[in-house]
T-cell receptor
C-alpha cells in the first residue's frame, strides 16, 4: 500500500524550534521529499533524504529512518515567513512518482 | 532562466464545457505531472508523462485527459467539466533520472466550475 501521514496543523513561536513528523508506506520507496507551500503559491522543494540520517541545510534539517518508515523536518530559529504548509512526499523509485501527504499547516506566532 | 508556467491562472467555466489548462516547461525535462489540490486531500496525481507520446493515468484520472506532442508541453483537458472538478491544478516536471527526482511546480491554475 501507499500512505503518507503527517499532522494537519501545528503552532509555534517565533525564534523557537519545531519538528514536523511524517510516517510513510510507499511501494518501491526511493527517498523522502519535503516541500514548502505558502498560501496561494506553488510547492517548492526543501529537502530530500534517501539514506538514514540527518540532512542539514541552514535553518532546516530533515531526518529519515527507513526501517521505521519515519521522517521529520526540523525548523530552527523560526521566522514569521516560515508560516506555510509543509508537504511530505514518498518517492517511488520504479515510477518516479511522488505520493504526498495532506500537508502540515504551520503557524508561527510572535 | 528555465521555468514552468501554467495558464490561465484563474478560470471560471460552466458544467459540461470542455476546458484545457496549459503547462509549459523550458527545462527540457522528460517527466511531467498534473495534480489537483483540495482541502483535506493534499496533492493528488491526475496524469503523468515520461516523454513525448507517453501518457499515464494517475489516481484521479476520470474526466481528464492529456497529450504529449513535444517535450515542453503537457496540456490537461477536462472533457465535460463538473462541479466536482473545481480545484487548484498544479503542473510539475522532473528531470527523469531515478535518483533524487525533484519535481518542480508551476504556479497553479484555480478552476471554478459553476
Amino acid at each position: 500500500g501507499q500512505n503518507i501521514d503527517q499532522p494537519t496543523e501545528m503552532t509555534a513561536t517565533e525564534g523557537a524550534i519545531v519538528q514536523i513528523n511524517c510516517t510513510y508506506q510507499t511501494s518501491g520507496f526511493n527517498g523522502l521529499f519535503w516541500y514548502q507551500q505558502h498560501a496561494g503559491e506553488a510547492p517548492t522543494f526543501l529537502s530530500y533524504n534517501v539514506l538514514d540520517g540527518l540532512e542539514e541545510k541552514g535553518r532546516f534539517s530533515s531526518f529519515l529512518s527507513r526501517s521505521k518508515g519515519y521522517s521529520y523536518l526540523l525548523l530552527k530559529e523560526l521566522q514569521m515567513k516560515d508560516s506555510a504548509s509543509y508537504l511530505c512526499a514518498g518517492s517511488n523509485g520504479n515510477t518516479g512518482k511522488l505520493i504526498f501527504g495532506q500537508g502540515t499547516t504551520l503557524q508561527v506566532k510572535p | 532562466d528555465a521555468e514552468i508556467t501554467q495558464s490561465p491562472r484563474h478560470k471560471i467555466t460552466e458544467t459540461g464545457r470542455q476546458v484545457t489548462l496549459a503547462c509549459h516547461q523550458t527545462w527540457n525535462h522528460n517527466n511531467m505531472f498534473w495534480y489537483r489540490q483540495d482541502l483535506g486531500h493534499g496533492l493528488r496525481l491526475i496524469h503523468y508523462s515520461y516523454g513525448v507520446q507517453d501518457t499515464n493515468k494517475g489516481e484521479v484520472s476520470d474526466g481528464y485527459s492529456v497529450s504529449r506532442s513535444n517535450t515542453e508541453d503537457l496540456p490537461l483537458t477536462l472533457e465535460s467539466a463538473a462541479s466536482s472538478q473545481t480545484s487548484v491544478y498544479f503542473c510539475a516536471s522532473s528531470e527523469g533520472t531515478i535518483a533524487k527526482n525533484i519535481q518542480y511546480f508551476g504556479a497553479g491554475t484555480r478552476l471554478s466550475v459553476l
